[in-house]
Every structure is written in C-alpha cells, then in structure tokens.
C-alpha cells in the first residue's frame, strides 16, 4: 500500500526557511506526479507546487520565486524549499501522489510562520 510520510514542518519568523520532505513507499516513485497542497486555518485546501514524473513543475502564483520544489527518485522523495516566508504561508502542508485517477495523501505537517 502506498504510505506518503511528510516532515520538516515547524515554526519559523517571517523571512526564515523550511524544508519540508515527502518520504513515498509502496509505489514506483518515479512514475508518480507529486503534489505538495496546504490548507491554512479555516480555508480550502490548496495546490501549492507539483513536479512531473518528467521533472515539470507548477507553481501558485502565491509562491513561485519563493518555493522550490524537487524530487530524488533515488530516495522517493520530493522536497518543498520554502524561502522568504510570510504568515499567510502558515498551513498545514500535504504531499499528495498522483497518477492519473489515483491519488495518494500523507497526513500532512504544520507549518506556522511568525510575524
């Protein structure tokens, strides 16, 4: 079964930085989009950056020039480098797994930015 296992969640000031890293097993990493979504207190869950199976990558308008997101196929995981972060990116932050219909959601890792 595929287990998607988030961390490097945590409370940092306005302008500081995390990395946030998605450990996937019980599936061929590879052939897997990867997605990272949060979802702020009392909102919609939302996308935030998604990497191919072919290293494409999306970002929210939100983050792009902030975020970063990569994979290593080698260890299944994909990072999310947050940089210069700002209070309203205070969420819990999810990886999610995708191909094609089927999708796959870790249990998430809070992330609260300080002003």
């Known amino acids: 079964q595929v287990q998607l296992v988030e961390s490097g969640g945590g409370s940092v000031q306005a302008g500081g930085s995390l990395r946030l890293s998605c450990a996937a097993s019980g599936l061929i990493f590879r052939l897997y989009a990867m997605d990272w979504y949060r979802q702020p207190p009392g909102k919609q869950r939302e996308l935030v950056a998604s990497?191919?199976?072919?290293?494409?990558?999306y970002y929210a308008d939100s983050v792009k020039g902030r975020f970063t997101i990569s994979r290593d196929n080698a260890k299944n995981t994909v990072f999310l480098q947050m940089n210069s972060l700002k209070v309203e990116d205070t969420a819990v932050y999810y990886c999610?797994?995708?191909?094609?219909?089927?999708?796959?959601w870790g249990q998430g890792t809070q992330v609260t930015v300080s002003s």
């Open positions: 990497i191919g199976s072919g290293d494409s990558t």
């Open positions: 999610n797994a995708r191909r094609g219909a089927q999708q796959n």
